[in-house]
């Protein structure tokens, strides 16, 4: 079978997969509040500040990191807040273990 074929499959079958249906279906309903949306966006930044410096090797401020923890809190009371990042983080596992297969395969991981 062709490499770019079975990719394509692969593709499919993520796009069928219910952490992507319910993922997607969350996501849609999220952005139609733009309270929540908005206080969502503001926490992936702030998450994404915190990963870049850790990537980097930097010590992140204890302040940040106690910032975006009460944020989470917040965050979690709303259950559709609560639910997408269970289904983002869902979504996330189930590339990063196609990720670790593949890289398992070709030695990179």
């Known amino acids: 079978m062709n490499v770019y074929d079975c990719a394509h499959q692969l593709a499919r079958a993520i796009k069928d997969s219910d952490e992507f249906k319910r993922y997607n279906k969350i996501k849609a309903e999220i ?3 733009i309270e929540v949306k908005e206080m969502l ?3 992936q930044k702030k998450q994404l500040e915190i990963q ?4 980097f090797g ?9 910032q ?3 944020l989470y809190q917040i965050i979690v009371k709303d259950p559709k807040a609560a639910e997408y990042l269970q289904m983002e ?3 996330s596992k ?3 273990d196609i990720y670790g297969i593949i890289g398992e395969v070709i030695k990179i991981v």
């Open 94 to 96: 189930m590339m990063a």
């Open 52 to 55: 870049t410096q850790q990537l």
């Open 68 to 70: 975006i923890q009460q």
């Open 58 to 66: 930097n010590e992140v401020e204890e302040d940040k990191m106690q």
């Open 89 to 91: 983080m869902s979504l």
């Open 31 to 33: 952005s139609q509040n």
């Open 41 to 43: 966006d503001d926490f």
